[in-house]
């Protein structure tokens, strides 16, 4: 198995046991979109470890959280007097 392919198991057993609010929130097709691009920036892994899987979903959930209108509505929001 390749560690692209290993990543993406690991990722897709992580949240089917532990983090399904993730998919009652986002839907499965957004949250598989997310696993899968996870996964293929990762490659060439010697092993995954428990805490690199945690890294891994709490970055898959920051990304499907994020709304770049949060990041201009900031930076409009300044004002410079």
Known sequence: MSS???VHSAIC???ATQRLDLIDRFGIERVMD???SRARSLSDL???GSSDISCWVQEIEDS???DPLDDFNYVGS???Y
């Open 4 to 6: 692209t392919a290993a």
């Open 13 to 15: 057993y992580r949240i």
């Open 46 to 48: 010697e092993e995954i």
């Open 78 to 80: 300044r004002h410079h």
């Open 34 to 36: 997310e696993v899968s």
């Open 64 to 66: 499907l959280n994020y």
